[in-house]
């Protein structure tokens, strides 16, 4: 499992960030992945990726969805844990392979700024790993950094951890090749909360 700086950073992270959503349009986001996964129908958990101390996870959850958060950084779960006590986490990483996490169904998979810090070439065999694991309708959202370069998957200077931005078109045509059919992708711009455009692209699993 990988163990990127978060653990040292988890305290400062939580006092930084108190909400996941530094605007409406973040949030807004979520739930629209959250309403398409009610859509789907489809029984089972959503995963958290990198759920980091956990907001994302437990909106979820007061959503109405059996969400669980997964993250490697020992801190970030023992803040997810502290703060909502009511959902579950587990330590893994985008692999998925902890045990009480491989037997469950998945009906969905959100990865919010966690895949930046996977290796670009690990890419492709963690998304069809989901893959394989996912039924034909389930739905994948995976958000983060991007660039306005067609094309480019790029390095960036994130503070914590190696991390890379991708063009939408990029992470598009990996979820593609991995079984995923692109559903939406929306782009916020640079602002006082973020140095690079950031895009959520949703998926459907074919
Ligand atoms: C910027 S935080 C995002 C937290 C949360 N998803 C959110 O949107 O607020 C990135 C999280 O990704 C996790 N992470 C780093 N590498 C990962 C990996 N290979 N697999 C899963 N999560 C990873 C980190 O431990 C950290 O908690």
Redesign the pocket.
Known sequence: M?R?G?DALADLYVQT?GS?YPTPADREIIEAFAGLVVESGLAGTVV?????PG??TAHLVASGLDAIG????TE?LRHARRLHPHVRYLAD??HLCAEGLREIPIAAILA???LI??SPSDIPEILTGWAARMPSGAMVCVAGQSSDVVGEVVEFDHRV?RAWRWHPDAMSEALGRAGFDEHSRTVIRPDAHRRFPEATLIARRR
């Open positions: 990988s990127p978060y960030f996941p958290d990726v990198g759920c980091g907001q994302v997964i993250d490697p950084s970030m990483d985008a919010r700024y966690s810090h996977v951890a």
